[in-house]
């Protein structure tokens, strides 16, 4: 029975370094800019934000983040939706903090 938990945890230990791999990989293709996002002169995102007032771009980037953390466990490559998450959590970090930062400098109160 111990020997079955050791082989096992050392799957886990092996897989994780599979995912490490993964997940760098899949960042930088898949997530930060896919290519059939960027077929134009302006990104997709770009556009949206640009269409869109602050409050309904923020609105925009929670709901983007929530539904990739939503369904995560029931796709073929979960990690690429928790990485897809966190690049909209990133950019609405990102966005937010700016808009604060040109408030401050406006003299407007949050």
């Not at 945890?9 to 899949?26: C, G, P, R, Y």
């Not at 609405?92 to 401050?104: A, M, P, Q, S």
């Amino acid at each position: 029975m111990q020997n079955k938990k050791v082989k096992k945890l050392n799957a886990i230990t092996s897989n994780d370094l599979k995912f490490s791999k993964e997940h760098n990989q899949l960042k930088d293709e898949e997530v930060n800019s896919p290519q059939h996002y960027n077929k134009g002169k302006v990104e997709c995102i770009e556009a949206i934000e640009a269409m869109l007032t602050p409050e309904e771009y923020i609105g925009y980037l929670r709901g983007n983040s929530l539904k990739y953390r939503w369904r995560f466990r029931y796709k073929q490559n979960p990690l690429s939706d928790l990485l897809k998450a966190q690049w909209y959590e990133e950019r609405l970090l990102t966005f937010y903090t700016n808009k604060l930062t040109l408030e401050k400098a406006d003299g407007q109160d949050t």
